[in-house]
């Protein structure tokens, strides 16, 4: 189980390394008057995902522990947009429209309810 645990924080260094240098280089190209670097790498771990877990349930058979550090470690550490991502379609490929709607909504509502109370806190406390 330990490793298990080691694997994923090994992968999530690496992918939050990977965040960061990726996130960097977007200012020297397009500015800083949109968060540019985050835009790409959401979306570049969303095409990730999607690509991983496809080839990995139906054309590539990987050992659960690849499967970890590639998905959970580096996707993980890198973005969890992706995760949020592919958690929906899953939900609307199993014809769960209403729960992938309240997935994406609650996720989006409660994330930016909770960033502005966070920062409410954070000038309280």
């Known amino acids: 189980m330990w490793q298990t645990y080691v694997t994923v924080f090994i992968g999530g260094g690496i992918g939050a390394a990977l965040r960061y240098w990726v996130s960097g280089i977007a200012p020297r190209y397009f500015g800083t008057g949109f968060p540019y670097g985050i835009l790409f790498v959401n979306v570049a771990g969303c095409l990730f995902i999607g690509l991983f877990m496809t080839w990995f349930e139906g054309r590539f058979l990987v050992s659960p522990a690849l499967r970890t550090f590639l998905v959970i470690g580096i996707l993980g550490g890198f973005t969890t947009f992706s995760t949020f991502s592919y958690e929906t379609i899953y939900l609307v490929r199993d ?31």
């Open 95 to 125: 014809a769960e429209y209403l729960l992938a709607a309240l997935y994406v909504s609650a996720s989006v509502v409660l994330g930016l309810g909770a960033t502005v109370a966070g920062g409410w806190l954070g000038r309280l406390l």
